[in-house]
């Protein structure tokens, strides 16, 4: 053989020794498409290392050595630090028509030199297409055969999520907020010491309405793909935190988690129910689909009252701070609630909540305050608004009760040492360490006493014509399979309320982990002390309770709120005094503002009480400013808000076809911040487009899109 073709020989003997090699190296894998959705899994350790979806691409990819599926703890004396995980361990991978299955006879630790209990702790995992034919349902046992306890499991355990749309692009939107995972520092400053532990994980706790995490549902996307995730469990005390992982190694990769924390004790077993992953084209909204239907079928919306359900919202009073004796520091008596509930109705506010109607923390049956006027004065301006057609709602604070009627209902926390104490004139204004005038115990929801002496009470006040009412911490947690004590008791009390008037209100302050799951059977509106928050998916799928959205005099929060179908409580204060010292009328900006908003949800009704919030998963890409949309049969309403400080041109898109079935035509209808159509256009293509004329800061636009 002549040089010549020698040297033409070599390139392509190189090569095919490269590719034995690089083919002898590449793991092997069980790939499997469910429902659209692509799954790879290593068939050494069962390990999960890529999620691929056809219009998003690669959504997680990781290596066989650093991929996981199921991890769990298990300290041991001599470690603590010590985990059983997937990645190190051997599995089995059985793969049937449309399901895969992983078991691990014994689940492989972390340290091989570190000396284990006696057993072993063995699992599996299945995981299957869904009948809806757009899910992937996985599910995890664990069997502790050991002699050791599992004090924590995290799954599913997700390692190697890819930016696949993107750094700015792909976000982590849990129930009650939005995550930019790869726009976030590493470390926590730039410059500075820090501490490692303070690097890499971050935790969103289970919760109510106060946490982020308050559903059992998030999306990992976009605007244009996304997988949803969430767990079957309705109404279950065991609900897990999330917890992301960016390591500096690797900062491009995410590690997604569940954590479960029931300790597995030797001898015992653990079920994570189902857990479902739904791919979809568009936003969030799509997503939510799957748990939207899920949570209507065991949980199914009830009637509300009609002033909750089609209204803005509420206002809230603070009538005289708390530990003040002196009548003439009131800010509001009783007399002034047909006054103020005037001024509300002008403002498109029909509900008052009164702060401080009795003293904070009183006792049982609840006296009312003689600061602000007689028992008399108050059941008469209350008849009094609701003749004007505005419910009033006294807000009451009878669970934390003070020490000295803590013994009567064996409270758990008595004697307590918590001053709850407030007042302007203290310094620091609360709980400043040196009274002890505001030391409460919380009482226990199941003890009889206790129900007895507020059903009494809250039905006296009922057969005097109070039958709405607002609780301040509303915990809800109970024994497994059991209705929570607070909810069968508001159950009677709501019964009789309505029984008097079928329109009467009860509004809760959700602090309970699952609280979101459990209030809505008995709770209309939620009363919780927080400005605007993005809570869209909680909207889209609850129909009870509306999440509150404070607003004190800030036009912008009270337009956000609006476009988000959010339950404005409104709260206005007079110059260094407490939120609710104020008439609406007294904020001039404010007060334009809630009226232009009032006109608008009344004239756009039917998307917000029969329609569906899909808020900005109406878009087809990003745009600077505030977008939400709804859907209502085969129409969109698109509300778009400049909230940029200079005037602007807004250009906005949606892909059509992701919302109703594409019939090649549509009509667009454009209204102004008043409600007035300003233009009609048609259209042909699926993806439309419509560009706003100039808006000043603050002002809306809106768009209907018929089909």
Not at 469 to 491: C, H, M, N, R, Y
Not at 533 to 547: E, M, N, Q
Request: with cysteine.
């Amino acid at each position: 053989m002549c040089y010549r073709n020698l040297r033409q020989l070599i390139p392509f003997a190189c090569f095919a020794v490269f590719a034995m090699v690089a083919s002898a190296a590449e793991p092997e894998v069980t790939k499997v498409r469910l429902n659209g959705l692509d799954l790879a899994i290593d068939e050494v350790t069962g390990s999960l290392v890529n999620i691929a979806y056809p219009s998003a691409g690669v959504i997680l990819e990781a290596r066989p050595d650093t991929a996981s599926l199921l991890d769990v703890a298990y300290p041991v004396e001599s470690f603590p630090a010590l985990r059983l995980a997937s990645r190190f361990s051997k599995a089995t991978v059985t793969r049937g028509a449309n399901e895969l299955m992983i078991v691990w006879d014994s689940l492989g630790p972390s340290r091989t030199t570190v000396a284990l209990p006696s057993g072993q702790v063995k699992a599996r995992v299945g995981i299957r297409a869904a009948d809806d034919g757009r899910s992937v349902i996985m599910t995890c046992r664990i069997e502790n055969q050991s002699g050791a306890p599992v004090p924590q499991i995290l799954f599913p355990d997700l390692v190697g999520l890819k930016p696949f749309d993107g750094v700015e692009g792909t976000k982590l939107r849990l129930a009650r907020g939005v995550v930019e995972p790869f726009q976030e520092p590493l470390r926590p400053s730039e410059e500075g010491f820090y501490y490692y532990f303070q690097l890499g994980w971050k935790r969103y706790p289970a919760g109510g309405y106060y946490s982020e995490n308050a559903l059992r549902w998030l999306d990992y996307g976009s605007l244009r793909n996304g997988l949803s995730i969430f767990q079957k469990k309705w109404e279950t005390e065991d609900r897990p935190d999330i917890l992301t992982e960016r390591r500096e190694a690797d900062p491009m990769s995410l590690r997604l988690v569940w954590e479960h924390r029931p300790t597995i004790a030797p001898g015992h077993a653990w079920e994570s129910g189902e857990f479902w992953f739904t791919p979809h084209r568009g936003g969030w909204a799509k997503g939510i689909e799957v748990y939207r239907d899920y949570v209507r079928q065991v949980s199914p919306p009830r009637e509300m009252p009609r002033r909750v359900r089609e209204g803005l919202g509420f206002e809230t009073l603070w009538m005289i701070e708390e530990s003040e004796p002196d009548p003439a520091r009131a800010f509001f008596k009783y007399s002034d609630i047909p006054r103020v509930a005037q001024d509300a109705l002008a403002h498109g506010i029909n509900v008052l909540d009164l702060w401080e109607v009795s003293s904070f923390a009183p006792p049982l049956p609840i006296p009312l305050r003689p600061e602000l006027g007689t028992a008399e004065e108050f059941f008469q301006a209350v008849s009094k608004a609701h003749g004007m057609g505005v419910d009033v709602v006294p807000h009451l604070t009878i669970q934390p009760v003070p020490n000295a009627y803590a013994a009567r209902y064996a409270a758990k926390s008595y004697p307590s040492n918590d001053d709850w104490t407030f007042h302007s004139e203290l310094i620091p204004r609360f709980r400043p360490g040196y009274t002890k005038t505001g030391l409460l115990s919380l009482v226990d929801s199941g003890n009889d006493v206790w129900q007895g002496d507020v059903l009494s009470s809250l039905k006296a006040w009922i057969d005097r014509g109070v039958v709405s009412f607002s609780w301040d911490t509303f915990p809800t947690e109970s024994e497994a399979g059991k209705k929570p004590a607070l909810v069968a008791l508001i159950e009677k009390i709501r019964s009789l309320a309505r029984a008097k008037d079928p329109e009467s209100t009860f509004i809760v302050e959700s602090t309970s982990v699952g609280s979101l799951e459990h209030d809505g059977v008995v709770a209309d509106a939620t009363w919780n002390s927080v400005g605007y928050v993005d809570a869209g998916p909680i909207t889209s799928v609850l129909r009870a309770p509306r999440a509150n959205c404070n607003v004190m005099d800030s036009p912008l929060v009270a337009k956000k709120a609006f476009a988000d179908d959010m339950y404005l409580n409104v709260i206005p204060n007079k110059a260094d005094q407490p939120g609710g010292s104020a008439l609406i009328s007294e904020k001039s900006a404010l007060a334009a503002a809630l009226k232009e908003v009032a006109a608008l949800r009344r004239q756009f009704l039917p998307f917000f009480v029969e329609g569906t919030f899909v808020g900005d998963s109406v878009l087809a890409q990003p745009t600077p400013a505030f977008v939400r949309g709804y859907q209502w049969h085969d129409k969109l309403l698109v509300i778009a808000l400049n909230d940029r400080p200079e005037p602007r041109y807004l250009t906005l898109q949606s892909e059509l076809d992701l919302w109703f079935p594409w019939k090649g035509q549509y009509r667009v209808e454009y209204y102004n911040s008043i409600g007035k159509l300003v233009e009609t256009n048609e259209g042909e293509a699926s993806l439309w487009q419509g560009t706003t004329r100039l808006l000043q800061p603050g002002e809306l636009a809106l768009f209907v899109i018929h089909r």
